[in-house]
């Protein structure tokens, strides 16, 4: 199978690599100079668990000519219009195309290049992270949840699934994956936007009483706006679920963190805290903690001179 992995970094390397590893075709692409250079000329470091050194194909997206079988998304949801727009060119009547994008909403902007029947929304908690250009973090286990965003292209996914198992990606075909990708964006905007503000680790933030009524509050906020969108969310299990997140996770700097302070990077705000401020506002449903902490981080990346 032709897989191209849309958005080459920590992630998309760990799934290029065990896919690969697995017998699949695999090309990575990304826009990132230094770690194309890097891979090109020495493979694919894997430190961690198990380290290894693999030759992979990586070039950037405009490169790419060959039609995917199979194309996993992994750039930074802000990018995603560009990364879709400059891989036109290999997706093709049966390109599958799996969304794997922190976040919320990531699928209005996909239908306007992939049939529905050939798009698969998911959400993983694998993790990895990258040393350096070329050299990857991979550490721990993880699972996928994943469904066809349309009912007809359900039976085709299952062809996914199965190779991407035998990459020993363990994927769940969930019927109703959307509950998993608010969970996950609800855990995002509690902790990424939070941490990025407050310039600290998640054990910290999550130490004090009045995060913790923030927290509550933001899960609230998530909670209502989704069961009005349709998604079955269950208040209590996710304020539970994001207390269990925020204890094993307790020494690190959330991702927006690392983008915000310490790399000066444009955030994925507008996409999990901004992405429910928004559809409250259509639905009629205040939003005040959501749209504060969006509009802060907004703040911070004009203070940080990083804004357009």
Same mark, same amino acid.
């Given at each position: ?16 690599? %065990? ?6 075709? @695999?090309?990575? +692409?990304? /826009?990132?100079?230094? !770690?194309?250079?890097? $891979?090109? &000329? ?46 036109? %060119? ?6 599958? @195309?799996?969304? +794997?994008? /922190?976040?919320?909403? !990531?699928?209005?902007? $996909?239908? &306007? ?67 998993? $990708? ?127």
């Amino acid at each position: 199978m032709r897989i191209y992995i849309a958005g080459s970094g920590a992630m998309g390397c760990r799934f290029g690599y %065990q896919l690969q590893k697995s017998g699949e075709d @695999v090309v990575l +692409l990304d /826009n990132w100079e230094d !770690h194309i250079a890097a $891979i090109q &000329k020495n493979g694919l470091t894997i430190v961690g668990d198990e380290p290894d050194n693999v030759p992979m194909t990586i070039m950037k997206p405009t490169q790419a000519k060959d039609v995917a079988d199979f194309i996993i998304l992994f750039t930074k949801a802000m990018q995603l219009p560009s990364m879709l727009e400059d891989i036109k %060119q290999i997706i093709g009547a049966h390109t599958k @195309v799996l969304c +794997l994008l /922190n976040g919320l909403g !990531h699928e209005d902007t $996909i239908r &306007k290049y992939i049939k529905e029947e050939n798009i698969l929304m998911g959400v993983t908690v694998w993790t990895a992270g990258l040393k350096g250009p070329g050299v990857a973090i991979l550490q721990g286990k993880g699972t996928i949840n994943m469904q066809s965003f349309d009912k007809n292209g359900a039976e085709s996914s299952r062809e996914i699934v199965d190779v991407m198992n035998k990459a020993g990606l363990n994927v769940i075909y969930d019927e109703d994956v959307l509950p998993s $990708i608010w969970r996950k964006a609800c855990v995002n905007g509690t902790m990424n936007s939070t941490c990025a503000l407050c310039d600290c680790t998640i054990g910290e933030f999550f130490a004090t009483e009045d995060a913790l009524h923030t927290v509550r509050c933001i899960i609230h906020e998530f909670c209502e706006v989704g069961i009005a969108s349709g998604i079955k969310l269950n208040e209590k299990e996710i304020v539970d679920y994001v207390m269990h997140v925020s204890e094993i996770a307790a020494p690190h700097y959330p991702s927006m963190h690392q983008d915000l302070v310490q790399n000066h990077r444009l955030t994925e705000i507008d996409f999990i805290n901004g992405a429910v401020a928004r559809r409250g506002k259509k639905l009629g449903i205040d939003t005040p903690y959501c749209q504060m902490i969006t509009d802060l981080i907004h703040a911070k990346e004009h203070i940080l001179k990083i804004a357009k």
